[in-house]
């Protein structure tokens, strides 16, 4: 070969190289996948993390009981606003505005609705039964709402004219259902017989009926002595001369 030769590139030099970018196609791919799976995993974990919640805060539900119903309600509704705005802060502190916003939301027509709940029951005649009524007739209408209070109202106000008059039909006395006198007390509307605890008389209980033998604990009024009766009484009998029936 002369000095004046251009050298022939081999066939590996000309050759792209295609082993660097096979290797970068893998690596994104990797990546994109890797990706994909912590979405699909955080998803997954936050949807269990929020049914995890939502038993918890139903068990809470049972194990709390009050005395009046009214009370009940009114704290089942405040835990839950309580429970919703926690959940808000938490969505917001994990970069979840939406859900944030969502729960937010839902909280106020919440509120909403109980302030209206309340209005009712103050300016109804049956209270609160206006309102068990209204929301008993819930699948009306929203524009047929008026038309729902007033008849909630009316059946409230029917109910308890009929339980007012119940008790009081069942307050009459058991006497004068009979149609007899009887002796007794009343106290807060209720009749309470009156029993007599007076014991009749010893000495007359023994006339009327058949006497009995005297015995050990029993004392004679005429000497003062036990087991006998005054009748049967021997130191009266040698003082008076006099023997009989004398009790």
Not at 187 to 203: D, L
Not at 209 to 226: E, H, L, T
Request: aromatic share 6%.
């Amino acid at each position: 070969m002369s000095d004046t030769e251009v050298p022939i590139p081999s066939k590996e030099s000309v050759e792209p190289d295609r082993n660097s970018d096979e290797d970068v196609s893998n690596a994104d791919l990797f990546s994109l996948f890797t990706t994909y799976m912590n979405t699909k995993l955080a998803g997954i974990e936050r949807n269990l993390d929020d049914k995890t919640h939502s038993l918890a805060k139903k068990v809470k539900k049972v194990e709390t009981t009050f005395r009046f119903k009214g009370n009940q309600i009114q704290f089942e509704l405040n835990s839950d606003i309580i429970d919703s705005i926690d959940r808000a802060v938490e969505y917001i502190d994990s970069k979840r505005p939406a859900r944030a916003t969502k729960l937010l939301e839902e909280s106020s027509k919440v509120l909403k609705k109980r302030n209206k709940l309340i209005r009712i029951a103050d300016k109804s005649e049956g209270g609160w039964n206006t309102v068990q009524e209204y929301l008993s007739d819930d699948v009306a209408s929203n524009s047929e709402d008026e038309k729902r209070i007033r008849a909630a109202e009316s059946r409230a106000v029917r109910k308890i004219k009929t339980t007012k008059t119940e008790k009081k039909q069942g307050r009459k006395r058991p006497a004068e259902a009979a149609g007899a006198p009887s002796q007794g007390t009343h106290n807060g509307g209720s009749f309470i017989p009156t029993i007599s605890t007076q014991q009749p008389f010893r000495g007359s209980q023994g006339q009327a009926g058949p006497s009995r033998q005297a015995k050990a604990g029993d004392m004679c009024y005429s000497c003062a002595n036990f087991g006998h009766w005054a009748r049967d009484c021997r130191a009266k009998d040698k003082k008076s001369g006099y023997r009989g029936g004398a009790v």
